[in-house]
């Protein structure tokens, strides 16, 4: 039995349909990111969970039961939002317990299901300030311990660590993962940010316009992407793409045909796709300062000091492609060479954009 699963599950406002189809099946315990840009509907998907959202069309379960006119308050849930939505008037204690005791839960229990919370968030000796009196990374700890006593099935993550500067962030992750090891709920976690879903997530669903693009572990969408737009999607600087004319078991590259290893050959030449574009990730590119047989001869137009790394912008097919390298291996030239190790390469679908899969044992 799963945690949590949609099945068909539509979402509507008036005409315009957000959630379209949706299909996911969320195993009880672990960590899901739901990852994508403004406005593709991750935060709806949440909000139906919590039952802040109706269901337009579909069904939505939650350990089994058909939830979808189910009251928020029956649903085992625990939410912090983007904004935290603590109680001005109200203390670090209030708050946190302000859930329990609209429930009321003995007394006794509220003060030791806070303690707990206090003492894991590293709020001790704040239990008496009120919101305006604590810094962000502060009010952030105080919502996640107010979801956190409620010791929901559900723990459910609206954009977060948002506000928060980088240096707070990196710390309040690393909390986020040692409080679901400790507690084990189902974690639904809504971000933009890929370091955020990488870093947490178990799995992570990619959404683009109401639909899944793709479903799996950070490892396997950072380094097999579904199709196209998760190629893209995933990644900063982004993988970069561009049409590598591949025929005969070659890929022509600016003048160069750079021949393909026989299983790169075959699969290339086994898809049926009438055009193939090619996907390498800037990392994975190493620009070479001497020919070398089969290397792509390029011209560095530009290049950006980062300072543990080098980036270098060049062109192939008429396509601009940048690489990331950890040293200044150029020293300011701007001919250099490009020997692509086949390792790093994806091909896609021009025309459905779908990822025509690896060799085997690539």
Not at 62 to 81: Q, S, T
Not at 271 to 279: F, Q, T
């Amino acid at each position: 039995m799963y945690s949590i699963e949609f099945k068909n599950v539509v979402k509507r406002f008036g005409k315009t349909e957000v959630i379209k189809g949706l299909d996911l099946s969320i195993k009880k315990g672990e960590r899901l990111i739901l990852l994508g840009s403004s406005g593709c509907g991750k935060s709806t998907i949440l909000r139906m969970i919590s039952g802040l959202e109706t269901i337009t069309s579909g069904e939505l379960y939650l350990n089994g039961k058909l939830a979808n006119d189910m009251d928020p308050g029956d649903r085992g849930i625990g939410m912090v939002f983007q904004n935290y939505a603590l109680f001005p008037h109200m203390t670090v204690e209030k708050n946190i317990a302000y859930g329990l005791r609209i429930h009321k839960i003995p007394e006794e229990e509220i003060r030791k299901r806070v303690a707990k919370a206090v003492s894991i968030l590293n709020l001790d000796g704040l239990e008496g300030r009120l919101p305006r009196e604590l810094s962000g990374g502060q009010r952030q700890r105080v919502a996640l311990a107010r979801a956190l006593v409620k010791q929901a099935d559900f723990f459910l993550l609206d954009e977060p660590l948002s506000n928060l500067d980088a240096q707070l962030r990196g710390k309040a992750r690393k909390e986020l993962v040692r409080i679901h090891e400790m507690y084990g709920q189902t974690m639904i976690y809504v971000t933009h940010d890929q370091i955020e879903a990488m870093t947490v997530g178990q799995r992570i669903a990619v959404i683009n316009n109401g639909r899944i693009q793709m479903l799996d572990t950070p490892h396997e969408v950072y380094r097999r992407p579904a199709n196209l737009f998760v190629a893209k999607f995933i990644g900063s600087p982004s993988m970069n793409i561009f049409d590598g004319q591949v025929a005969a078991g070659a890929m022509r590259m600016n003048d160069t045909a750079l021949p393909l290893t026989a299983a790169w050959a075959e699969k290339t030449g086994a898809s049926g796709a009438e055009k193939l574009l090619a996907g390498v990730r800037p990392e994975d590119i190493t620009l070479l300062p001497t020919p070398e047989e089969g290397a792509v001869p390029v011209t560095v137009q530009y290049h950006e000091d980062y300072g543990s790394r080098v980036g270098y912008y060049f062109t192939v097919n008429g396509e601009e492609v940048i690489a990331i390298m950890r040293d200044d291996v150029l020293h300011g030239q701007s001919e250099a060479w490009w020997k692509p190790d086949p390792r790093t390469l994806h091909f896609f679908d021009a025309k459905t954009e779908a990822n025509i899969g690896y060799p085997e044992g690539l």
